[in-house]
C-alpha cells in the first residue's frame, strides 16, 4: 500500500504541508509506505495541447509525452494506491502549479470517446485537501463548493472514488504585526490556529487512516 501526497503550494511547512504531512501520518499509522513532493520543488509546466496522449495509434496515447520533472512522478502514481492533492486556495481556485499538475495528470487518461473513459490503468482513490483565509460561511457565499465538487466528480470519473476536505481561516504569516493587513484580528486568528486548524489536522490524519485501508 502506497499513499502519495502533492503540496500545491510554495511553502513546504505552513498550512497545506501541514496537512498533507499529517494525512501521510495517519496513513503510515497503518503501515502504508508514503510519499510528500512539493510541487514547487519540480521543473514542469502545464498542458500544452500537444494531443500526443489523444493521437491515434500514437506511442504515447494515453500518457503525456512532455518530458519534464513530471513524467517519473506519474509513473510512480500509476503504482500507488491513493494520492491525497493539497492546495492553497489563491483567487478562488487552486494554485497554479496544482492546476499545470492537474492539467498534466488527469487529461492523458481522460478520453474524447463517447462515452468518455479512463485509461488509467488501475483505479487510485483521490482526496483533496484545500486551505483558504476565508471563513466557511464566505467560502460557501463566494461559490468555491462548486468548485470543489467538479474538481471531485473529474477525480471520481478519471481515478476512482474521491472525497475533500478543507481548512478555513488559516493563519497566514509568522508576524500579523510586520504585514499590512488590518482586514484581520491576529489574535482570532492565532486562537483559530490554536484551536481550530488542531481539528483539521486530526481530519487529515484520519483521510489517511481511511486511504490506508482500502481494500483491506
Ligand atoms: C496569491 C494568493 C492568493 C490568495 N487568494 C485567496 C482566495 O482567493 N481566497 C482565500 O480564501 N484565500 C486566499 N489566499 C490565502 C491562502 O489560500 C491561505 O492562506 C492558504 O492557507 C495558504 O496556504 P499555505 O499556508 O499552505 O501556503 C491567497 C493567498 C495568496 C498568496
Not at 50 to 69: H, I, L, M, N, P
Not at 104 to 118: E, G, I, M, V
Not at 198 to 207: G, H, L, S, V, Y
Amino acid at each position: 500500500m502506497k499513499v502519495m501526497a502533492f503540496n500545491g503550494s510554495p511553502r513546504k511547512k505552513w498550512n497545506t504541508a501541514t496537512l498533507l504531512e499529517k494525512a501521510l501520518e495517519g496513513a503510515a499509522s497503518q503501515g502504508a509506505e508514503t510519499e510528500l513532493i512539493h510541487l514547487y520543488g519540480l521543473n514542469f509546466k502545464g498542458c500544452i495541447s500537444c494531443f500526443a496522449c489523444k493521437t491515434r495509434g500514437g506511442k504515447s496515447y494515453g500518457r503525456c509525452a512532455v518530458e519534464d520533472d513530471l513524467i517519473p512522478v506519474f509513473r510512480d502514481i500509476e503504482k500507488a494506491d491513493a494520492i491525497i492533492l493539497g492546495s492553497p486556495i489563491y483567487f478562488g481556485t487552486v494554485s497554479g502549479e496544482m492546476k499545470s499538475f492537474m492539467e498534466r495528470l488527469l487529461f492523458p487518461y481522460s478520453t474524447y470517446t463517447d462515452p468518455p473513459q479512463s485509461l488509467l490503468p488501475r483505479k487510485i482513490k483521490t482526496g483533496f485537501i484545500y486551505t483558504m483565509n476565508v471563513p466557511e460561511e464566505l467560502m460557501k457565499e463566494l461559490g468555491y463548493i462548486q468548485h470543489f465538487k467538479r474538481h471531485e466528480m473529474t477525480l471520481q470519473r478519471i481515478c476512482g472514488a474521491s472525497e475533500y476536505m478543507c481548512s478555513f481561516d488559516t493563519y497566514q504569516f509568522d508576524d500579523y504585526s510586520k504585514v499590512v493587513a488590518d482586514r484581520f484580528d491576529p489574535e482570532k486568528k492565532a486562537l483559530r490556529r490554536k484551536e481550530v486548524f488542531p481539528e483539521d489536522c486530526e481530519k487529515a490524519f484520519e483521510m489517511g487512516v481511511r486511504f490506508a485501508n482500502i481494500g483491506k
